[in-house]
């Protein structure tokens, strides 16, 4: 590859090897003439490849994730389009997000990026995305999509972004062993949970894994929420945000249930990354945990089997519903070769051979559920067969601790609340309903 | 015609030249001082006026000129995190700063009694400084850590009930911070005071003492009142240390429990860099800027005026 500069919606690539063999012919004027080739380069070198190049901001850059990325670079590449990486390390996305801020003001984004739920429709509102229709068509993504999730990556009726993967987020893992030695069987309703949980600290382990921080307050949080107030309940008060609904009944049952499962954690989960509380449960110190299934990466690599060395299953009270997290990549407006480029990204996005590979890669589940799953482990099997159960019966609700359900400010608001409530000791639910009430409107 | 040429340009030249130089030497300071000054004022003041501006806007995901007025003031006076944030520096400056200085000028004034191993020791409480505030918030998570850390060791000796959980006690979690950082810092302050301290004249602490004046009397009314300077630049120091910390915060507790040890600047950061309220933001971060003001202006008025007349 010559080297490429991004200038402007096109990237700027020179053909070095020319460049080279007119300095040497000239060594005398050798650098006024490479100023003088250099700016005609830029001129007309502009878009030098025949079929485009596309850029892509993201943030796959652990190694199997990385790898996964590079899949959808080699199938472009043999389109023939150029990939330009932009991978954007670190806090999960808020650098990329940060960076991705100051190349879009300087009105100069890059062709894809990482952006996920409601975050498009911000972008989509700055006017900032390319419709994606004519790929959206051509592939049938109305039929191959469940309708939650199109919704998602339209825009004012228009297809601007591609599903890449499909997290669940209510998902219970556990170490059979530890539950073994309790006497206790994987708790199906909250009920169970907390009798085996009480079992489980009988017999000295820890009931329940758990960080302290807000982001896995929240999972918990909405996972509870869920499995007490059941699927209509949680579109209420956490994608609608109806105050009634957030100063509800349900709403302070939901609270103190959740707060009830403190009881069931250690002391020292204040601060606690959510992978160390995974290996917890993979070293036999604690029994479970609930938490999406990007925990499946932490199992993988200590080598263990799913099914086997380690369970998972829906999270207590939730087998009919999936929260969802799903990572997309939004299309920038841009205009000629890279427009075309671009298109054939999203064409790609979709397509069997990428799905697969970066999902296996990624713990998560292919966005379109027709794709062959023998590859998968049997925690993957079941989650895509409960996304396609709960897309037909209703019950595919986005997640609100991950980004899925409301915009980010809305998202803060409500994780200060619960994460407060969860660590305060003289806290009534009836009080943190009221200021969950308070925080939605105030967001509005 | 060249020989006199040359003789009516002899005398000439050499004033010009002068001139040249003197004028070069008058403005080469002021040439070299430009781009600094230049990047200084659009860098430093030019984006403080650009936040006051983006802190009248109702700005979200990007910056927009929409102005609101005050509006965006009035949301964080209603919010309750900012008054924890808020509350939280008050107590987490106010205690830093005094016992660091407690502590240092104990320190000073001990290590000032000609002991042997001095430089050893003087290094051994310096050392705390050269480290960032991310492997001091690292440290001590873990030391505090009820799990692993300092609870943890005293239990395995045998005091089975021997707590010491503040790190995961909303109420006091705010006091490790103020733990670590004056671990990190009072050292600094020893060494500030103690060469305040050598340079204090032995003559005068003599005359105090044939006077008759013992020697805590010396130190409180003799040599204390002459490091007034030093305290000065101490306060400076550890108040702007107080004011900007973000990452001890973000190592030690990462504002945990809850929001509880949250202090403005980690506010300032979640709200415009990751929750999309960049007006929000903007105003904590005017509002920061008017407390730093409010402390620091009084301070160095007094302080700059009474040197000038004493």
């Given at each position: 590859m010559p080297s490429c500069k991004p200038i402007g919606f096109t990237s700027t690539c020179f053909n070095k090897a020319r460049l080279n063999t007119r300095l040497n012919r000239t060594p005398f004027t050798r650098t006024r003439f490479a100023l003088a080739t250099a700016l005609a380069a830029s001129v007309?070198?502009?878009?030098?490849?025949?079929a485009g190049d596309v850029e892509v901001l993201h943030w796959w850059t652990s190694g199997g994730e990385a790898r996964a990325a590079n899949v959808l670079k080699d199938l472009m590449e043999a389109e023939g389009y150029g990939w330009q990486d932009f991978a954007v390390a670190g806090g999960g996305g808020e650098t990329a997000m940060t960076v991705l801020k100051s190349r879009a003001m300087s009105g100069n984004p890059p062709s894809a990026a990482q952006i996920k739920g409601p975050e498009i429709q911000e972008w989509g509102e700055l006017g900032l995305l390319g419709e994606l229709d004519d790929v959206a068509e051509a592939e049938g993504w109305n039929q191959l999509l469940p309708e939650t999730v199109a919704e998602i990556m339209r825009y004012d009726g228009q297809y601007v972004a591609v599903p890449v993967n499909v997290h669940r987020v209510n998902w219970l893992w556990a170490n059979p062993n530890v539950l073994e030695q309790a006497g206790v069987?994987?708790?199906?309703?909250l009920d169970e949970l907390f009798a085996a949980g009480e079992a489980i600290r009988e017999a000295g382990f820890i009931p329940l894994a758990h960080g302290g921080q807000a982001w896995q307050d929240a999972t918990v949080f909405e996972t509870v929420l869920l499995a007490t107030g059941g699927v209509e309940f949680y579109q209420q008060a956490l994608?609608?945000?109806?105050p009634e609904a957030l100063g509800s009944e349900q709403m302070i049952e939901a609270l103190e249930t959740f707060k009830r499962l403190r009881g069931l954690?250690?002391?020292?989960?204040?601060?606690?990354d959510w992978n160390i509380a995974t290996s917890m449960v993979i070293n036999g110190d604690a029994a479970m945990q609930l938490m999406g299934d990007w925990a499946k990466g932490e199992f993988t690599a200590a080598e263990l089997t799913a099914g086997e060395d380690y369970l998972c299953a829906a999270a207590p009270g939730t087998a009919d519903a999936f929260t969802f997290n799903i990572d997309s990549l939004a299309m920038f407006r841009v205009a000629g070769e890279e427009h075309e480029a671009q298109q054939a990204l999203a064409r790609l996005v979709l397509e069997p051979t990428f799905q697969e590979a970066f999902n296996l890669a990624k713990g998560s589940i292919p966005?379109?559920?027709?794709?062959?799953?023998?590859?998968?482990d049997a925690c993957a099997r079941q989650s895509l067969e409960d996304f396609q159960r709960t897309a037909d019966e209703g019950g595919l609700v986005p997640s609100m601790a991950h980004g899925m359900a409301v915009r980010a400010d809305v998202q803060g608001a409500i994780f200060d609340v619960v994460t407060n409530y969860f660590n305060?000791?003289?806290?009534e639910a009836e009080q943190a309903a009221q200021r969950m009430v308070n925080a939605a409107q105030a967001a509005l | 015609m060249t020989i006199v040429s040359h003789a009516q340009e002899r005398p000439v030249r050499p004033a010009a030249r002068r001139t040249t130089a003197a004028h070069l030497q008058d403005w080469l300071p002021r040439l070299v001082l430009a781009p600094s000054v230049a990047i200084t004022l659009f860098f430093v003041y030019g984006f403080m006026l650009w936040t006051f501006v983006l802190s009248l806007t109702s700005s979200r995901m990007l910056p927009s000129y929409d102005f609101v007025g005050f509006a965006q003031y009035a949301r964080l006076m209603a919010n309750d995190r900012w008054w924890v944030a808020s509350t939280n520096l008050v107590i987490f400056g106010g205690l830093f700063v005094t016992i660091c200085l407690v502590i240092g000028v104990v320190l000073a004034i001990l290590l000032d009694?000609?002991?042997?191993q001095e430089g050893t020791l003087r290094t051994l409480y310096l050392y705390?400084?050269?480290?960032s505030f991310i492997v001091t918030g690292v440290v001590w998570k873990w030391l505090l850590n009820p799990g692993l850390g300092i609870q943890a060791m005293v239990r395995s000796w045998?005091?089975?009930?021997?707590?010491?959980n503040w790190i995961v006690d909303p109420d006091m979690a705010i006091y490790t911070l103020v733990l670590a950082a004056v671990w990190q810092a009072s050292g600094f302050v020893m060494a500030l005071f103690l060469a305040g301290l050598r340079g204090i004249d032995d003559s005068i602490i003599k005359a105090a003492q044939l006077d008759g004046a013992s020697l805590p009397r010396v130190y409180y009314r003799v040599i204390l009142p002459c490091l007034r300077p030093v305290v000065f630049s101490a306060v400076m120091i550890l108040s702007h240390i107080a004011i900007k910390s973000f990452d001890l915060v973000v190592a030690l507790t990462?504002?945990?429990?809850?929001?509880?040890?949250?202090?403005p600047a980690t506010f300032m950061y979640a709200h415009a860099?990751?929750?999309?309220q960049i007006g929000l933001g903007s105003a904590s971060a005017m509002l920061m800027l008017g407390g730093v003001l409010a402390i620091l202006i009084p301070y160095l008025y007094s302080e700059l005026r009474s040197r000038k007349h004493g």
């Open positions: 007309s070198f502009t878009s030098a490849h025949a069987e994987m708790p199906t309703t994608v609608d945000l109806d954690m250690d002391d020292d989960m204040s601060g606690r966005a379109r559920p027709d794709l062959d799953m023998s590859d998968f305060a000791r003289d806290m | 009694q000609r002991i042997r705390p400084m050269a480290l045998g005091f089975e009930s021997f707590t010491f990462g504002g945990g429990p809850g929001y509880a040890t949250d202090l860099f990751t929750r999309a």
